[in-house]
């Protein structure tokens, strides 16, 4: 029953009311960070790469990323969707498809503004499904502390920080117990605006118990190519401190993808 819960609140705020999609970078006139009474960012990322000789392999990653500024409370919803297949031979030399990875992400952060609009309670979901992962799913729901500490004409820095419930469900035919207790999340956010046309991002999420630790690491430097479209590079890294003898416990992808701003 939690699980349906949480997908229907990662679903919520795609239905809230649209009234103009901004740029992540801004317009020509300004710079990267939206302004403090901007409504709606808006931006899809697509990458895809083929390789073709001693090894036949195709990959694509695509991400969407909504957020949503209000007077009194504000949402950001992703959705994000990895997919890699590679071409293997049989004994009698006929090649055939293998999915080597295929990963759904989906996640959304209500904050709710207290007297200052810096200052805000949180409420966090996720809902992440690895084909090749131990685990069928992994969920959560968090809730606490926000805040921006900062914020000028070039960079903003913003935490959060709270308990919350996870979930991850073991896959039937893998010899793992089901995990699910209470964990402390915790987020930092920085982006600096190093030209009008470039951006830096940095991303620091943290799940943590007595017993494990997971975090996600997601650095990147955007460049405007023109008008609504940007070229985005990103280095990013998921350390699970449980992870199984057989697997490697850092996960690394490093990603060049095309960033649209949506109208």
């Known amino acids: 029953m939690l699980r349906y819960l949480i997908l229907l609140a990662l679903c919520f705020p795609c239905h809230a009311q ?23 960012t808006a931006t899809g990322e697509l990458g895809l790469l083929y390789n073709k000789g001693n090894t036949n392999s195709s990959s694509i990653n695509a991400k969407f990323n909504i957020s949503h500024e ?19 031979a049989d004994d009698g030399g006929d090649e055939y498809d293998v999915t080597t990875a295929q990963k759904n992400f989906i ?9 200052s609009p810096d200052e805000r309670i949180f409420i966090y979901a996720e809902y992440e499904n690895d084909r090749f992962d131990i685990y069928d799913y992994q969920t959560l729901v968090a809730s606490g502390w926000s805040e921006r500490l900062w914020r000028d004409e070039f960079s903003e820095f913003k935490y959060s920080v709270g ?33 009008k046309s470039a951006q830096f991002r940095q991303f620091i999420s943290t799940e943590t118990d007595p017993e494990y630790t997971r975090t996600k690491s997601e650095t990147s ?15 990013i890294m998921e350390h699970n401190s449980n992870a199984e003898v057989s697997q490697e416990s850092l996960d690394t992808e490093t990603a060049v993808t095309l960033v649209y701003q949506f109208f």
């Open 70 to 88: 209000l007077e009194k409370w504000s949402y950001q919803a992703i959705a994000n969707t990895r997919y890699k297949t590679s071409k293997e």
């Open 107 to 115: 996640s959304t952060q209500i904050d709710f503004k207290l007297a």
């Open 163 to 195: 308990p919350g419930y996870a979930i991850a469900e073991a896959k039937n035919d893998e010899e793992n117990d089901d995990l699910q207790g209470v964990i402390l999340r915790t987020a930092l956010e920085y982006t600096l605006e190093i030209s």
């Open 221 to 235: 430097l955007s460049t405007k190519i023109f008008g609504s479209l940007a070229m985005k590079l990103s280095f």
């Open 18 to 40: 649209i009234n103009i999609m901004r740029s992540l970078y801004m317009s020509d006139s300004g710079g990267n960070l939206p302004a403090s009474g901007s409504n709606i």
